[in-house]
Each structure stands twice: as C-alpha cells, then as structure tokens.
C-alpha cells in the first residue's frame, strides 16, 4: 500500500487526529517505510488459512438477561465538559 | 414532476419516463429492536420513555478501562428470529468495530458484526393481492444502538441522551427483491409479524423498536443489471419510507433520462417537504475501518441451543394461516387477515372454541375491526373481549336475537364492555320466538290488511315484504325473522 499525502490527511481526518501541515512530509516518508516493513508478510501464501479474530481459544463469556446497572446520571455526567441536569451538551451537529 | 404517472401493467409497478418504462428496485435494511430487559453488553435497563441518561453505565457511555459482556438472551432472540426467517444459524460468527465519530456514539464505534453474521440467508413469503411472492433475506446479524441527539432543545446546542446506547438491535438485510411500494409495506408488516410472534420484537414503530434504511435503485423495464443505489437513512414509518422511494424513484429516473449519473451516496428523507436529499456529512461514512472487537471473542454457538430455540419456536404466521384455512374452512385472504397479528389469532380462536365459525368470523373482521379502526386501538385493547364475543355470536345462533339486533347490542358493548345477555336482558331486546305470540301478531296485521292481502294472493309476491316489515314494526324488531316468515307464508297460503 503506498502512502501519500492524501491518505495522511484522509486517515487524519477520519481519527480525528489533526496534524501539522509541516510534519506531513515526514509522516508520509515515516508510514511509507513502516509499512513497507509490514508488508512482508504479503510473501506467505495465506489462501487457505482462515481469518484469525482471536488467539484465545475460550468461549464467549455471557451474562443473564438483568438490569442490575444504571440509575447513575450524576456519575454518568460528571465528567462530560458540558452538560446541564439531564444531558450531555454538545456543539449543535444537525442535518 | 408533471405527466409521470405511475402505472400498474401487468401487476408491474413502472415508472413512466419520457423515455421508456423503468422499474424500481429496492432492498430493506431493517433494524429491530431485541425485546429484552437489558442492554446487549451492559446491565442497563432499555425500558422505553425513561428520564434521559437514567438508563446508562460505564459501559453504555463508554468510560475508559470497560468491557462489554454479552447478553445470553439477546443471542437466543437472535437465533428465533432466524429461524422465524427460515434462515441458516452460523454456529459460527464475530463482532466487529464500525468505526465512526457522532455525539451520541460514545466509544467512538460501534459493536456490530460485519463478516461473519449470526444469521445467514434466509426467506419471507408476502402475500400479496395478485398471489405470493418470496423476498431472499440476506444475513441477520446483532448490533448496538446509539443514543439520541436532541436538537430542539436549545437553539445552539444539542443534547444527547444515552438511554437508547448499547440496546440490541437485530439489523435484518433483505436482497434487492421488492419492486414497489406496496411490496415494501407487506414486507415490514409481515417481518414485524413474525417477531411478534417469536416475542423478538415489539415491533413499535412510534417508539423507534423498528426502522428501517431504503436502498432503492431504477432500472429501464426488463433489463437484469442493477442500477446506482441511493440509500435512504433511518426511515421510521412504512408510509414515509414509501413516500421517500416514490420520490426518490422519480429523482434517479429524471437524471438518467437527462443523460447524468447516479451518485452511489447516503440520503436523508424529509418528512415535512416529502423530498430525499444528500447528507454530505456522511461522504467519508462509508469508510468504517471495520475490524473484529479484540474486547470480545467469537461466538461459537452449541448445536443443542440451536436445536432446543427450534424446538420450542411458536407456530408463526404461514404455519397458523395454513391449519386455519384447514380446520375453520376459512379462504386464503381470511385467514391472512385473521393471523396478521397474533392477537388478533389468538382473539378468533377463543371465540371460536365455543361458538359458530361463520358468524365469529364476520363479526370479527366486520363490526369489530370496524369499531377497533374508528377508536384507533388494537385488539387486545377493545372492549368487546373474546368471551363476550362468543357470547353475542352465541345468542344470535341460539335464536335469542336476531343478527340485526346483535348489531345494536354491539354498539353498546363496544363502548361499555357489557356483557351482551345484560345488555339484551336489560333492554329485552330477546327475539319473539314463541310461534303463539308471533301468530297472534300476524294474524291482526292479515286482518287489518285484507285489501293487500287479496292483492297477495292474486299474484303481488312483492307484497310479502310489506308483511315481514309490520311484523317486525310491530314486534320493535324482535320477531324472529326466520319464524315469522314461515309463520306468515303459512298463513297466506290458506
């Protein structure tokens, strides 16, 4: 997969994670040789081997159906950067 | 928009272009609330209408360091809803991160399952007016729900209630089967029927338990190839998804008749200017990044759980209509209206347990549905339950009353609920089924009436109505209709 500066910006945008204008150049030299390296791995013939979604080899674990949890709005709120008594408070996003 | 009509050929729906007949395509992403008490991976309660943010924890609001753990019956309400479906269980299947940012998305992902479903392919029969049709359904699979934003609250703010986060939801794919919107609203409802029958899902549109995305594309008549699809998002009511693919239909046939192309892009349905339009917003949605959930591990599900759900699976729409046309000799179209709804199978089989078939079934998808229409309440909530149903079809076929006068005794019960022997005894309203006093009654209007009698006799046959209306003029209605006529054609014989 090549990585150029378009990508940066797009994955940038997509994470929420802003980056400087200046360091694009560098970050895209930096990603290209990373995963180049990763890359190798493309060498194995992986045909027949299925997908792995986990190394454990342990059922699910479940719980019962219960309500044994809530009721906790002030926790739930305290943190929030702005909020008022019922809910969270946050710049308008509407379509 | 002017001169485009839509036409029905051939039990087609078409569009009529300027430049040639085209047809709709359309596949439904359902998504359906899972009947259940608590949320998917948390212990809160997804009870509807609580006071906002009452109903989360750590877990629903995303805090750092938790971890979801699933709910055993959520599974099991998944795999019934499959089987409802007549659908493959993949004893085998994972849960996914789709990753996207929105305010009422706490984790910043949602739990999903992408490649590997829990339910596979499976199929629903419609029944539609010109015969069945069978619409593929393509996988079923188990997701979270996200929370609300509020936007008219405060003019430049919006607030989110996390009630709704972390509630299961069943999202249903159909393959692009349906081809009009009738189509698509005997789906929904017959989808929303089998999982009322399973108990999988309340089904209740006003409170957001079912809705639905719309995929709809157009194609020139006859042609095989799938054309551009738009989809329409979180669509919440059958009409207004029908509306959003009559107009949206419409759209994509007027800019490939202009010669331009259809964006492949997701859409938003109006209500109030009955119009679909972009949501730009959502141009880098499509870019989820899904990956399996490293919090969670693949569900691997005991074929004995699977065979013990099919085991005890009620039976469900096409299975009762079948033994109803069966046992009660009803027609196709009865029975389908008699096993929409469960309720409403479960109401006609009381009152035919005890009572006459015939009558049972006219009084209830005559009178009843009637008054249940013009009241706006469901079956379950009348007043007129099924044991005082038998009751009323009971007494007409016992000769207490006549079918006329069980009309006005309806009339009361579906207001007050009364016991229909009350209302009949209170306002002896008991039919005249004794042949004397009938035949007291006759016998003064042939005497008052000679003229007409004569005329009778001499050939007038219209003239036996005049008879049969005194009789009952005269007993207020409560002669037994099928004596007095045999009394009076007695009498005018000799």
């Given at each position: 997969?090549?990585?150029?500066?378009?990508?940066?910006?797009h994955?940038?945008?997509?994470?929420?994670?802003?980056?400087?204008e200046?360091?694009?150049?560098?970050?895209?030299?930096?990603?290209?040789?990373?995963?180049?390296?990763?890359?190798?791995?493309?060498?194995?013939n992986?045909?027949?081997?299925?997908?792995?979604?986990s190394?454990?080899?342990?059922?699910?674990r479940?719980?019962?159906?219960?309500?044994?949890?809530?009721?906790?709005?002030?926790k739930?709120?305290?943190?929030?950067?702005?909020?008022?008594?019922?809910?969270?408070?946050?710049?308008?996003?509407?379509? | 928009?002017?001169?485009?009509?839509?036409?029905?050929?051939?039990?087609k729906?078409l569009i009529?272009?300027?430049?040639?007949?085209?047809e709709?395509?359309?596949?439904?992403?359902?998504?359906?609330?899972?009947?259940?008490?608590?949320?998917?991976?948390?212990?809160?309660?997804?009870?509807?209408?609580?006071?906002?943010?009452?109903?989360?924890?750590?877990v629903?609001?995303?805090?750092?360091?938790?971890?979801?753990?699933?709910n055993?019956?959520?599974?099991?309400?998944?795999?019934?809803?499959?089987?409802?479906?007549?659908?493959?269980?993949?004893?085998?299947?994972?849960?996914?991160?789709?990753?996207?940012f929105?305010?009422?998305?706490?984790q910043?992902?949602?739990?999903?399952?992408?490649?590997?479903p829990?339910?596979?392919?499976?199929?629903?029969?419609l029944?539609?007016?010109?015969?069945?049709?069978?619409?593929?359904?393509?996988?079923?699979?188990?997701e979270?729900?996200?929370?609300?934003s509020i936007?008219?609250?405060?003019?430049?703010?919006?607030?989110v209630d996390?009630?709704?986060?972390?509630?299961?939801l069943?999202?249903?794919?159909?393959k692009?089967?349906?081809?009009?919107?009738?189509?698509?609203?005997a789906y929904?409802?017959?989808?929303?029927?089998?999982?009322r029958?399973?108990g999988?899902?309340?089904?209740?549109?006003q409170?957001?338990?079912?809705?639905?995305d719309?995929?709809?594309s157009v194609?020139k008549?006859g042609?095989?190839?799938?054309?551009?699809?738009c989809?329409?998002?979180?669509v919440?009511?059958?009409?207004?998804m029908q509306?959003?693919i009559?107009?949206e239909a419409?759209?994509?046939?007027?800019?490939?008749?202009?010669?331009?192309?259809?964006d492949?892009e997701?859409?938003?349905f109006d209500?109030?200017?009955?119009?679909t339009r972009?949501?730009?917003?959502?141009?880098d949605?499509?870019?989820y990044?899904?990956f399996?959930?490293?919090?969670?591990?693949?569900?691997?599900?005991?074929?004995?759980?699977?065979?013990?759900?099919?085991?005890?699976?009620p039976e469900?729409?096409?299975?009762?209509?079948?033994?109803?046309i069966?046992?009660?000799?009803l027609?196709a179209y009865?029975a389908?209206?008699?096993?929409?709804?469960?309720e409403?199978?479960?109401y006609?089989e009381?009152?035919?347990?005890t009572?006459?078939?015939?009558?049972?079934?006219n009084?209830?998808?005559g009178?009843?549905?009637a008054?249940?229409?013009?009241?706006?309440?469901?079956?379950?909530?009348?007043?007129?339950?099924?044991?005082?149903?038998?009751?009323?079809?009971?007494?007409?076929?016992?000769?207490?009353?006549?079918?006329?006068?069980?009309?006005?005794?309806?009339?009361?019960?579906?207001?007050s609920?009364e016991e229909?022997?009350?209302?009949?005894?209170?306002?002896?309203?008991?039919?005249?089924?004794?042949?004397?006093?009938?035949?007291?009654?006759?016998?003064?209007?042939?005497?008052?009436?000679?003229?007409?009698?004569e005329?009778?006799?001499?050939?007038k046959?219209?003239?036996?109505?005049f008879?049969?209306g005194?009789?009952?003029?005269?007993s207020?209605?409560?002669?037994?209709p099928?004596?007095a006529?045999?009394?009076?054609?007695?009498?005018?014989?000799?």
């Open positions: 997969m090549s990585i150029d500066k378009d990508k940066i910006k994955v940038s945008k997509l994470a929420r994670i802003s980056v400087d200046k360091k694009i150049d560098d970050l895209t030299k930096d990603l290209s040789s990373i995963f180049k390296f990763i890359e190798q791995l493309n060498e194995l992986t045909d027949k081997v299925e997908p792995l979604s190394i454990l080899n342990e059922p699910l479940s719980r019962k159906d219960e309500i044994n949890d809530g009721k906790i709005r002030d739930i709120l305290e943190n929030s950067p702005k909020k008022n008594e019922e809910f969270f408070v946050v710049p308008k996003v509407i379509e | 928009m002017v001169g485009k009509v839509m036409t029905k050929e051939k039990r729906y009529e272009g300027e430049k040639g007949k085209w709709v395509v359309i596949g439904l992403e359902v998504h359906a609330q899972v009947s259940s008490n608590s949320k998917l991976f948390s212990g809160s309660s997804t009870k509807f209408g609580a006071e906002p943010n009452t109903q989360v924890s750590l629903d609001s995303a805090f750092p360091g938790m971890l979801p753990v699933i055993e019956f959520c599974i099991q309400q998944a795999i019934k809803t499959g089987l409802g479906l007549n659908a493959k269980i993949n004893s085998y299947s994972v849960f996914d991160r789709k990753n996207y929105y305010a009422d998305l706490p910043g992902y949602q739990i999903s399952q992408y490649k590997n829990i339910v596979g392919e499976g199929k629903i029969t029944d539609l007016p010109n015969g069945t049709k069978t619409i593929g359904i393509e996988r079923l699979h188990l979270q729900d996200a929370g609300k936007h008219d609250l405060d003019p430049s703010n919006t607030y996390l009630n709704r986060s972390g509630v299961a069943m999202e249903i794919v159909s692009p089967d349906l081809s009009s919107p009738d189509e698509v609203n929904i409802k017959k989808l929303r029927s089998i999982m029958y399973l999988t899902c309340d089904g209740n549109m409170e957001g338990s079912l809705r639905a719309v995929n709809v194609r008549e042609n095989k190839e799938l054309g551009t699809r989809e329409i998002k979180n919440n009511s059958i009409k207004f509306m959003a009559i107009y419409q759209r994509q046939v007027e800019l490939l008749e202009s010669g331009k192309s259809i492949q997701t859409r938003l209500t109030k200017k009955n119009e972009s949501m730009r917003s959502k141009e949605a499509h870019d990044r899904y399996p959930d490293p919090d969670l591990l693949p569900l691997n599900l005991d074929k004995e759980l699977i065979e013990n759900i099919k085991k005890n699976l469900l729409p096409d299975q009762k209509k079948e033994r109803f069966k046992d009660y000799s027609t009865e389908n209206v008699l096993v929409s709804e469960k409403i199978s479960y006609f009381e009152v035919v347990k009572s006459d078939i015939k009558l049972a079934k009084w209830i998808m009178d009843l549905f008054s249940l229409n013009e009241k706006n309440i469901s079956i379950s909530q009348s007043p007129v339950t099924a044991k005082k149903m038998a009751q009323l079809v009971d007494s007409i076929s016992s000769g207490i009353v006549s079918g006329r006068t069980a009309k006005e005794v309806f009339e009361i019960m579906k207001e609920g229909p022997s009350k209302i009949i005894e209170s306002k002896g309203l008991q039919q005249k089924s004794d042949p004397k006093e009938l035949e007291q009654i006759i016998e003064k209007i042939l005497t008052e009436n000679k003229d007409k009698v005329q009778y006799k001499s050939g046959d219209k003239l036996f109505g008879f049969v005194q009789v009952m003029k005269i207020g209605g409560k002669a037994n099928q004596l006529n045999q009394i009076l054609k007695d009498k005018l014989k000799k």
